[in-house]
């Protein structure tokens, strides 16, 4: 089956920069679609950013300018890159990805494990 694997989280200032890895390995024939959402304590989980099988980027209002996600599709990995951090950022961090297993077949969703993202003042 298909697992993804996330890293890259941790603790850093108000400013600072993180990047998150998140890499999908087991039968996958075709990712139709990867991306990050994140859920803060108290909060319901929301997404940050998300691109589509035609390689666009829908991102959150509240991360627009400072965050970047990007994809390298032959190692089945989505990466965020997070500037300018600020301590409402402070979350778990997943990604999602939608896979197709052979062609033809049905698409399905899988979720990363989380992984903590918290930015002191």
């Known amino acids: 089956q298909v697992q993804l694997v996330e890293s890259g989280g941790g603790l850093v200032q108000a400013g600072g920069s993180l990047r998150l890895s998140c890499v999908a390995s087991?039968?996958?024939?075709?990712?139709?679609?990867m991306g990050w959402y994140r859920q803060a304590p108290g909060k319901q989980r929301e997404l940050v950013a998300f691109?589509?099988?035609?390689?666009?980027?829908n991102y959150a209002d509240s991360v627009k300018g400072r965050f970047t996600a990007s994809r390298d599709n032959g190692k089945n990995t989505v990466y965020l890159q997070m500037n300018s951090l600020k301590p409402e950022d402070t979350a778990v961090y997943y990604c999602?990805?939608?896979?197709?297993?052979?062609?033809?077949?049905?698409?399905?969703?899988?979720w990363g494990q989380g992984t903590q993202v918290t930015v002191s003042s």
């Open positions: 999602k990805m939608i896979i197709q297993y052979v062609n033809m077949g049905p698409a399905f969703q899988y």
């Open positions: 087991g039968t996958i024939f075709s990712i139709k679609g």
């Open positions: 691109i589509t099988s035609g390689n666009s980027t």
